[in-house]
């Protein structure tokens, strides 16, 4: 071979090389350039393809970065759907980075948060709406473990407590229901329950009865006291007569004013009505209120009515006579003020 002609296959082994090298040294910077937007979340729902990968990473970080985390992620030869879960993309990180999260599905855990809720369906909406399962997903769950768990229907809210707890967004509703279960029973140990017990009351029945004394009053050092004032009506066998009890029967809680008309609902919330404690709470109550009222001292209280001056605090009675005194200020307040 001429010497001419060897130099040739040198020099474009060389050219090559430079090209190479230059293509693959563009590649690196193209792959590892840092993210410089503000915190995004990424939501991958499951089977999602690669243009709509794409199309996600788009919308959420800008065509050019996501261009790159595609490149980079094509570059591993993974399949799209392998990056299903919820990322929180943080200033600087790379492409590549980002990509190695999508394909290892390191996903960032989410924080779901619930509070102030009446109902199993309001919890199934609020947890759902942060979650990648539905609401009917959530209602399923609950119909399907709580029951195993000694729960009815109506005392599903004692169930859970409102708080914030992490999970990974892809988690299932059945594994949800059954972690948030844990927190409550973890919350029951067997000193609680003992407390309970020496109340004559069971821990959904504290949640029942707790829930109540949490819609009467906004003033949470009187909820123990009025915790105590419904269980010494519950022990004298006498009717709640709890007003929160007769807007949960009729599922309007706008109601300021409780008339001799709401009174006549027939159902077993309305404590007017019947005896004893309702089916189940009428609210999702807070691990605080079970822990004052669980270490409240006794009170021989039986009756209460707001105070008229309106600040939503309560004046007590032991009889009724001073308990009439008491509802007539307020009445006549309530009446000064066209609350009807």
């Known amino acids: 071979m001429k010497k001419t002609s060897i130099k040739i296959i040198i020099a474009a082994i060389v050219v090559l090389g430079i090209i190479g090298g230059g293509y693959a040294y563009y590649l690196w910077r193209y792959v590892n350039s840092s993210y410089s937007g503000e915190p995004t979340w990424v939501y991958v729902p499951a089977g999602t393809n690669s243009d709509a990968l794409t199309d996600t990473l788009r919308l959420r970080l800008g065509d050019n970065m996501a261009d790159r985390i595609m490149t980079a992620y094509k570059v591993a030869e993974k399949e799209s759907s392998d990056a299903h879960g919820a990322y929180l993309i943080e200033p600087g990180e790379t492409p590549k980075e980002i990509a190695r999260r999508l394909i290892r599905r390191r996903q960032t855990p ?187 001292p006794d009170n021989d209280y039986i009756y209460m009515c707001a105070k008229e001056d309106f600040s939503g605090r309560h004046n007590f009675a032991r009889d009724y006579q001073t308990h009439q005194v008491n509802a007539r200020k307020y009445q006549q307040e309530l009446n000064k003020r066209n609350i009807k």
């Open 110 to 296: 989410i924080k779901v948060t619930f509070n102030n809720l009446r109902t199993a369906d309001q919890l199934a909406e609020r947890v759902a709406s942060q979650m990648e399962f539905s609401p009917e997903d959530f209602r399923t769950a609950m119909a399907e473990v709580l029951p195993d768990a000694g729960f009815k229907t109506e005392e599903f809210v004692a169930a859970f407590f409102p708080d914030t707890y992490e999970f990974y967004w892809t988690t299932p509703a059945p594994e949800a229901v059954k972690r948030l279960l844990k927190y409550r029973n973890d919350f029951w140990n067997d000193a609680r329950r003992a407390q309970a017990s020496a109340l004559g009351l069971t821990p959904v029945k504290v949640h029942t009865i707790c829930s109540i004394a949490e819609d009467e009053t906004n003033a949470r050092d009187e909820r123990p006291t009025v915790a105590r004032l419904y269980l010494n009506r519950v022990r004298k066998g006498m009717k709640l007569q709890a007003d929160p009890t007769v807007k949960f029967a009729l599922g309007d809680f706008s109601i300021r004013r409780v008339l001799n008309k709401h009174l006549e609902t027939n159902s077993p919330y309305n404590t007017y009505r019947v005896n004893g404690l309702p089916p189940g709470p009428i609210r999702i109550v807070e691990r605080r209120t079970i822990e004052d009222f669980l270490a409240a």
